[in-house]
């Protein structure tokens, strides 16, 4: 979490991660409440869906910042889940902005010992108001990360396993790879989807069938889910995967070129770093240790779109070629050339749900 002027006891909590700013304000919170009477601790809730709401939120929070401590010198008030910074029309209104400018203005005169927490997602900065905010609160800023042109899904899973763990919450590696596919770089869906899990999982575990069952399934997510059946050697689910990809429209050379490919080219690679004594671990760690392989076996590594190598992809490759004989992973290739063929000689759909059965066996 970023902070910026540290010089103010009054704190501004935003950012356009929703669930961070709310476990973040909570976290201020205990800590400036800290040693604080009960009776001079004040929570308003600012949520509106109006000006009107609004207005009236604000002035409970006026009447809450100037009135004295009661058997106390300083009080706590926290005015959370403010949503009139935002860019909806309803927080033009005149009387609401003129009313956010005296609260402002009042804060910065204020001689009641007061420590204040605002907390409010979404803050347009555009706005005059959020500019003389920054000028007299300590702001803390929770965004969601901005996922790159060169970003891989292992940044993505290594996001959500941090993010879950911050919450509580355990999310498995074959889940949280799921999710990485399910959802790609969108942060925001992300977030949204990993909370709508941990609220269906009180165990506090997420586990694949969890995601399986409650996260929508796209078309580059059904590709992935293709190649990891493959990997895992599971022809059923495989096949219907297959029959998913031709129901969006995806056409067999796509689905052979895209998915199946390169699933059998990674078991390949890996099954080949294993022979020359190159173990799993962590992506970091294979990464360190293929370094020491052949030459040869390091240029047959997929690379990102970067240039750098794909560790992900052989890493999530090293744990399914235990499952396949390096014969059966040559024989595959012949079986696809063979399909290949077929395929551009007209062939239909039972030429691809025929090899990945020939494949897995």
Same mark, same amino acid.
């Given at each position: ?69 009661? +058997? ?34 009042? =804060?910065?005169?204020?001689? &009641?010992? %007061? ?16 500019? +003389? ?26 996001? &959500? ?7 509580? %919450?355990?999310? $498995? ?46 078309? *580059? ?12 050697? *599971?022809?059923?689910?495989? %096949? ?5 990809? =031709? ?24 099954? !080949? ?22 030459? =040869?076996?390091?240029? =047959? ?17 090293? $744990? ?29 759909? !039972? ?11």
């Amino acid at each position: 979490m970023k902070t910026e002027n540290l010089t103010s006891g009054h704190v501004l909590v935003t950012g356009n991660d929703i669930d961070g700013v709310k476990r973040a304000a909570l976290t201020l919170f205990n800590e400036m409440k800290e040693g604080i009477d009960d009776m001079n601790i004040e929570i308003i809730d600012g949520a509106s869906e109006n000006a009107d709401e609004m207005l009236e939120a604000i002035r409970q929070t006026t009447s809450a910042v100037t009135t004295y401590p009661f +058997l106390g010198d300083e009080k706590v008030v926290w005015l959370k889940n403010a949503t009139c910074f935002g860019a909806k029309p309803w927080t033009k209104d005149e009387k609401l902005e003129q009313s956010l400018t005296e609260f402002v203005a009042l =804060m910065t005169t204020n001689t &009641v010992k %007061v420590k204040l927490l605002l907390s409010a997602s979404g803050l347009d900065k555009r706005k005059t108001i959020s500019k +003389l905010l920054a000028k007299i609160f300590t702001v803390k800023t929770a965004d969601l990360p901005e996922f790159g042109m060169f970003n891989t899904e292992e940044n993505i899973r290594t996001w &959500v396993m941090d993010r879950s763990s911050k919450s509580g %919450v355990k999310v $498995s590696p074959e889940a949280c790879a799921l999710l990485a596919a399910r959802v790609g770089g969108n942060p925001g869906q992300l977030a949204s989807e990993l909370e709508k899990l941990q609220t269906a999982c009180p165990s506090g575990e997420i586990g694949e069938i969890a995601v399986r069952a409650l996260v929508p399934t796209t078309k *580059n997510s059904n590709i992935f889910e293709l190649s990891d059946a493959i990997r895992r050697r *599971n022809a059923r689910f495989a %096949v219907e995967i297959i029959k998913r990809l =031709m129901e969006q429209g995806e056409s067999g050379v796509a689905i052979l070129l895209v998915a199946i490919v390169p699933a059998i080219r990674g078991l390949l690679v890996a099954s !080949e770093l294993r022979s020359q004594g190159v173990q799993g671990g962590t992506s970091r760690d294979l990464e360190a240790r293929i370094r020491n392989a052949s030459e =040869m076996t390091v240029e =047959m590594i997929p690379k990102k779109a970067d240039g750098s190598m794909n560790v992900f992809s052989i890493h999530q490759s090293m $744990s399914g070629c235990s499952n396949y004989t390096t014969s059966e992973l040559i024989r595959a290739i012949q079986k696809i050339a063979e399909a290949s063929e077929a395929l551009i000689s007209g062939g239909g759909d !039972e030429v691809i749900q025929k090899l990945v059965i020939d494949i897995i066996g």
